[in-house]
């Protein structure tokens, strides 16, 4: 389906073109903190959109940035003073449509940026900084998040950053506005601009590829049910673990020099027999004993660590397909060489 400036473009639309404008990790980080029914939504849309024209993106683009802009001018001063700065850059027509599409209700507390945002992305930014900033941004968060970052923290700044939240009464208003200012632009900082127009079912491969085998298997499952030929279409273009039997010898010896040691023996706990055999057999008879013993002696593991290893490995042999190291039969006989 191809977008032109004459149609009207709905709200889910204008996801899908943005979300293929900021590229598959971006949107894959975005679908972490999404409903399970939205993502499977705006897959679906991703999936129905052939192209955009370059105009179609841009206006899209260019809406979801005065959006941001009127949240962040919100943030600082409130709705009057956001109207007021918007009035002055889009005029007083455009200003109020923009603020008309953020919730009349909104309230606006120091942070209030932040609170949406994944404790673990946060936690890149701030670990860093000094205590008492850290202890300045943790009083204005949700407890869940605080308590997420705080114990991630060295455990020599935990009780520094805990006593200075314990001991602060109160923070000037400019000091405030200068933190959210300074955190505000790090994290503004993850939009990049370099942008593709073409969406389809490559796009939400793309995107498949890069988010959590959990998410990837519920899109998946619910796409067999809902859409089973687009299900199909995605699942030929798509590369899992498992489809390590896809390479020949050589390429699986290949990737295999990249592999930790740990990491394949992780991975190999939650694969099937053929794939074990197939990794075994390209192994050194002493390093498969080896890995083959680590097994055992690691037990009972958890199937997300299997599956982040798993995904480690499958990210290695994209990254040799990508550099036109290995080759990757995809069915049909066909063979294709990135």
Known sequence: MSKTTDEKISGVQKAAILLIALGPEKSATIFKHLKEEEIEELTLEIANTRSVTPQVKDEVIDEFYQVCLAQQYIAEGGINYAKELLEKALGNEKALDVIGKLTASLQVKPFEFVRKTDAAQLLNFIQDEHPQTIALILSY????????????????????????????????????????????SKLASLVNQDYTIIGGVDAVVDILNTVDRGTEKHIMETLEIEEPELADEIRKKMFVFEDILLLDDRAIQRVLRDVDNNDLGLALKGANEQVQNVIFNNLSKRLAVMIKEDMEFMGPVRMKDVEEAQQKIVNIIRKLEDSGEIVISRGGGDEIVV
């Open 141 to 184: 968060l949700s407890a869940s998040q605080s308590a997420l970052i705080i114990s991630a923290l060295p455990p020599d700044r935990q009780a520094d950053v805990a006593k200075r939240i314990a001991v602060m009464d109160r923070t000037s208003p400019d000091v405030v506005k200068e933190v959210e200012k300074v955190l505000e």
